[in-house]
């Protein structure tokens, strides 16, 4: 009776075995072995999202492997990165999408599992302006239109942005320091809430990504742009806050890339950083990226580092003396 | 009897709700307004319902209340438990296999014989299968690594 | 008339395969507990990347449109929702099977989807401009308004006693609350690591209707009861049609609700079937047999929430702001094919746009075909013992739950939600409340916040909450429900007093 069951039993026993041996020699002999994943921390459907899906359209042809991507939305992206710093693995095949300045802010104004130091920067592929946007059929017409009048009324113009302590928060945040006005700022659920506000009259105005603004261009007025030059090739008549007079810097520009857990070795994260930029280079994603207005800035490893860094400096300069309450 | 038990429900709703009172009105942090209002609601409307349950005199209470099987269910609360445990460790589509069996070997109505068995597990090997096919080949869901699948 | 130029398009090669393929998969994808619309529609994006943006957006919006009239099967055979848009139609339409009116059930469930769905989509061909203005005006005030609307519904959502169907609103609205205060993001209430990204619906439904099921089921196995085995009767499909089309007030009035509930930008299309079977019992002359396996109930639900399908793409299509959380992800299916949302939508990308409306006509149509003959194959699914179910069903909650975010705490959440309601729903709590509480609490919660920022901004709260049209519509609407609940919890009781002094010995 033993006999006859372990006839049985021993080629059950044996699939599992052969496939743990097959695994383990994949493994060394040529990574990733398996699909990649990549956790974006906001919801299907907003511009993280669809960019992300976007830029890792080539991966079959880059890594040999597609990359799954994964929404975990929750606090402005804070639930997705606090999981994230804790729990990835940490052999490089589970990856997140990041911004900045959010993360970065976050981990300065709340208490969260991660901050920069935890994190590794593997490229970065857009750099989104904040541009300060009215309705079509807004009082204001100009930029100094809308400084005039919160002048007269302090913190009687309401302006809409992606959250607390995001790109757009930092943008007003600036500005009102640099025009010496006071404004009120509405933290929403993300940048389609926030571009929701504006256009059905809910704020007077509001900060959102460019990208986003250039797609409803017709049924926005939009102001300025808060980067340190004018965007050429989507917006060329906006002028920058800067030009205006007004000293706001590229602070609040918010860029997009992708990132690893600490403890990954450095050979996969080169690998992975080269494969990336060379995805991000991909005249598919040129293509489908420019369509909708999503500016690229492809930046390897070492530049994304050096711009974690400068972002962290100013972004604790700016918040000094700000409570996170 | 299922007055006392109705009684019972309201105080223990009654403490529930003062738990979650005093739980969103931490000292002096904003961002629990809002939970601290729906928990005083909660806290009122389980003290109507002990009102109603306490009221002397002829109750109305509508009979609500099911005594818990725990004789029969205990087993499947533990097949669940132990679903929750392994398949993090032992890769979801083994456990799946394992639960689906113990379910179905443990509730069976029927004697179990060695006939019995080997059709659970050959409805679960499918079902399992079909499991494979549908969430990680057509829908491609990244299912977490594990000892085994 | 552009439909009838791109009509065509929609017969032609690999469209029309799509549309057949993805009614058939939505179908079976949405009627497998576990598995929700906006799940099957994120999760089939990437097969999107392979095809051209017409087929693309065909699939999407079709899957979309058949897991959501699909949700209703195991609403109905195991009285587990397949999605919250689904949840009122459990209410009449299980014990409409357990009286073995399964089949009929399923028919109207079909066929008022069909119809609701119709007349969704042919609101978002001929009154996209207007509607969409009209979405733009719900702002904070409204949508808190919206929410404390759904609130009221609690009272007609069929557990014995509106006090606990309260309380358990009250507690579901809490436990949303876990997790993050959606304006600061300061953390509250996380007392473990897997409540860090709180308690979400999908999750929560799935454990609380899915798990005391499974429990309820073993038990009868063990009993030896194979099944409540009602008997599945045999009825003709004309003749469900014959009596579903002379249901013209739940028909109507569930179409008309569901598409307007569908035009309230975010989570407004999950509770268009409860509210479409709220406003159906109350304008019904006979409101006491709700819950009871009324035919009225199914049909008013599961044509609002097919309805809502179509208006929710209204402000999608024409501003890109989605109606519902499965639009949303629409949305990004869209977006990634590098067609945007906005009135020249409609003229540069005329080919697309058109040929993907004529198509999700059609699939109104051939889901109600498909969806007819599912129905006649359902004793099929109540043959099977319970012991198979449960263990099926339990295994079908965590690969559902889990696949929502690939987040393993979730699985942990829904279980232990489950399995609590289990518990409670022996002592006369149901889960309705509590999921409608968990959908509410965040919008509730996060409109009021941010209405309380803007208020100061104009003139103050008071005059912000309490003036406009919108607002005092929705006002008048949530008092009037209230003073609906009271009332008839009043006539039930005297009724119930009544009874007893007629019957002599009182059984409490």
Redesign the interface.
Known sequence: MIKRLSKYLMPLMAVPVAFALGALGTVKADWPDRPLTMMIPYTAGGASDFQARIVTIPSEDELGQPVAIINRPGAGGQVGWNQFAAGARKDGSELAGYNVPHFIAQSIMHTTQYNKDNLEPVANWGADPAVLIVSRDSQFDTLEDLVEYAKANPGRVTVSGAGQFVGHHIATLQLERAAGIELRYVPTSGGVDAMRFVQGGQSMAGFNNLSDAYRARDRLKILAIADLERDEEFLPDVPTLKERGFDVDDTSVNFRGVMAPQGVPADRLEMLSEAFVNMFNDDRVKRRMSAGGSPLRVMNREETRALWDRQQQTLEQLFEGMEAN | M??W?QRI?AIA?IL??AG?VV??SPEA???????RM??W??LV??A??AL?AFKPG????????????MR??W???V???G??YL??RLG?LST?FL??????L????DRLGVRRIALVVA??AC?TVS?YLL?VLL???????AL?? | MELLTYLPQVFSGVNILILVLGTIIGLLLGSMPGVSPTMAVALLIPFTFHMDSTAGLILLGVIYASTVAGGAVSAILINIPGAPANIATILDGHPMARNGRATEALHYCFISSGIGGILGVLVLIFFTPPLAELALRFGPSELFWVAILGVTVIGSLGSTSVLKGLIAGAFGIWISLIGFNPILGTERFVFSGHLQGGISIVPALIGLFAIPQVLYMVESAWRGQTGEQFQMEGRSIWQSVRYNLRRVRSLSLGSVVGAVVGLIPGAGGQIAGLLAYDQDKKFSGHPEKYGKGEPDGVIASESANNAMVGSSLVPMFSLGIPGSPTAAVLLGGLLIQGLFPGPDLFTQHASVVWTFLGALLCAQILLMVFGLYISSLSRFVIGIPKEYMAGAVAVLAIFGTYSVQHSFSDVLVMLVLGTGMYFFMRYGFSPGPVVLGIILGPIAEENLLQGLIIAPALDGPMPYFFTGTINLILIGLCVMSIGYSIYSELKIRSRRRAGERAGGAPEA
């Not at chain 2, 639960?99 to 179905?104: E, P």
């Open positions: 299922t007055i038990k429900i709703s529930v709700a979650l739980w969103s942090r904003p961002g629990y307004e809002f939970p729906v928990a609601t909660m409307l389980s109507v319902l109603m002829k109750v109305v209470i509508p009979a609500d209340i099911e005594s818990v099987p029969i269910i087993p499947m609360l097949i669940l438990a679903m929750a398949a993090p979801f799946s639960v689906f069996v113990a379910t179905a443990v509730f069976s109505p409805i679960a079902f499991l969430f829908l491609g869901v990244q299912l977490p690594r085994l699948f």
